[in-house]
């Protein structure tokens, strides 16, 4: 079970394939994360989607559907421990993915949709909005305020990036900053923010180059966690496998973000203490 105790008590990862392929990938996924995790002593929340309904192309793989999806996540949570997280397009698969996951994604592509979003909220379960690529970070309260009208304080926000011109995105780390006056727990998605979307004509490219760079830089403005789809052969993943990071790079990356994460943690804390005399 999340709590807000936990999600505050240490750096949190939520990383998984971009879609539920099969439970053999994501099994090898979570086991492997898991590991590299409780390695560095980071929470871990294991991420995959049963269905991309926002494909570029209406040839790309959406994914094994809802049941096919949540039976594979459930195998997941049963055999691991885990937490699970997946997204949602419809206001009437939010109950039964509440049955399933701890916590319940909003697109960013979505994130204006009140229904989807009071859907969500309404399940008692965490809610992470995505950031649009479109919206400002200030304007995020809107959304955050329509699932707490539910009575539901369990509110996470994501930062994904925001569309720069044609098939690209750039990231504003002002925007972390700005989410977490008004959000308790913000975290930063590093490799959907260096997606180029459409870049590749009908699918989305991607710069996994940068995800390094750009998750440190996050880690230096503040966040409660880190955001990444890592898969063990990105080239051959069935979605987002451009932007995708390896699974041979992810301990490195979380050691390098875990440590700056707890560097600015204890600077704020002698902050508050205030000066020695």
């Known amino acids: 079970m999340i709590t807000a105790e936990i999600l505050k008590d240490r750096l949190f990862f939520i990383g998984g394939p971009c879609v539920a392929e099969s439970y053999e990938v994501c099994r090898q996924i979570a086991e492997f ?9 980071i929470t871990y929340i294991f991420k995959s989607s049963y269905d991309k309904a926002n494909r570029s192309s209406v040839r790309s793989y959406r994914g094994p559907g809802i049941k096919e999806g949540l039976e594979i996540l459930k195998r997941i949570k ?20 509440a049955e399933v996951v701890d916590i319940i994604q909003i697109p960013a592509l979505l994130c ?8 969500a909220g309404r399940t008692g379960k965490w809610v992470n909005i995505k950031k649009g690529q479109f919206m400002a970070p200030w304007d995020m309260r809107n959304a955050v305020e329509k699932v707490r009208s539910t009575g539901n304080e369990k509110v996470i926000l994501t930062e994904r990036g925001t569309t720069f011109g044609y098939n690209n995105l750039i990231n504003d780390m002002r925007s972390l900053v700005i989410m977490k006056q008004f959000c308790d727990f ?11 979307p459409g870049g590749l004509g009908s699918c989305s490219g991607g710069q996994r180059e940068f995800i390094a760079p750009l998750a440190r830089a996050a880690a230096g403005a503040g966040i409660d966690g880190i955001f990444m789809e890592i898969h063990p052969h990105p080239d051959n993943a069935l979605c987002d496998g451009p932007n995708s990071l390896p699974l041979n790079q992810l301990e490195t990356v979380l050691k390098e973000v875990k440590a700056i994460h707890e560097f600015v943690k204890e600077v704020h804390k002698k902050g508050q203490r205030g000066p020695r005399t």
């Not at 049963?78 to 109950?95: N, R």
Request: hydrophobic share 40%; charged share 25%.
């Open 33 to 41: 994360a898991k590991s590299v995790c409780e390695r560095l002593g």
């Open 78 to 97: 049963e055999e691991f421990h885990i937490p699970i997280l997946t997204d949602i397009h419809h206001p009437e698969d939010a109950e039964a993915c």
């Open 112 to 119: 204006r949709q009140t229904d989807l979003l009071i859907s």
């Open 186 to 196: 913000v975290v930063f998605d590093a490799t959907h923010s260096v997606q180029l």
